[in-house]
Structure formats: structure tokens, C-alpha cells
């Protein structure tokens, strides 16, 4: 599964980092413009926002990521970030996906967590190291 980036295969990406932790409520996709392009909910969920609301939360995270370019020369690459809410914890991981030899898009994924997850643990344990093996 090294060459990804289609469409379907990203839904099908979505549903395979959903699997990696009970604690994943969403994974979604976004391209470097910010629009989602694949997502995935945990089976059973109540999503807090509709769709609507899930496209433009994403349009704001890519955004935002975006803006810390600006300071990548001094601390680095944005490596993810992570935010704390009343009723869910969420992540920003930029990406890269190749979809052959000569080609790679930036995505960003987007992901929600239950409150009492341990998120670190989960992205440097399970979903970074996922994502490695695709790249």
C-alpha cells in the first residue's frame, strides 16, 4: 500500500488509523488547502458537528498549520499539534503521500479523541509509525 492518494484509498486510510486506538472518535483527510477528502467515524458515534461544520473546523486546522510555517526556519518542522476542548481532544499531523515513485501530495490528518485518551502515546506510537510504513 505505498502508493496511496486516491481517493478511495485515503477513505480506506481513514478507516485503518480509525482501527488503531479505541480512543479515535474521527480521522479525517485534508488536502493543503484545507478540504476533506476522506473521513471516517468511530462505529457507534454521535459526531458533535455536522458536515458542514467538519469542512470548515478543517478549513480553520489547515490554516492554522499553515501559519506556523512562518517560524519553521527557527524551531522546526511541525511535527503535529494537539488540542484540548471541554468535550474532545483533537490533532493536526502534516503528511506526505506519494502515489508512485515521482509524486507526493501534503495532506493534513485530522483526528478527534475522547477526553481521558492519552493522544501522545497514540500518534507517536500507533499513528506515526502507521504512516511511516506508507510513505
Known sequence: MSSLPEE?????????ILQLDN????????????SLVA????????????????SHYSIQAVLRAATREDFESKIGRLVYS?????????????I????N??????????????LNSNVVDVIENKVMPFIQKRQ
Open 82 to 94: 494537539i488540542g484540548k476542548y471541554e468535550k474532545l481532544l483533537r490533532a493536526n499531523i502534516p
Open 39 to 54: 473521513t471516517a467515524y468511530r462505529n457507534g458515534l454521535t459526531p458533535l458537528m455536522d458536515k458542514q461544520e467538519t
Open 23 to 34: 480512543s479515535i472518535r474521527f480521522m479525517g483527510i485534508a488536502n493543503n488547502l484545507g
Open 101 to 114: 515513485a515521482d509524486e507526493s501530495k501534503f495532506y493534513y490528518l485530522l483526528l478527534s479523541f475522547d
Open 96 to 99: 506526505r503521500l506519494s502515489n
Open 8 to 16: 478511495e484509498n485515503l477513505n480506506g486510510l481513514c478507516k485503518e
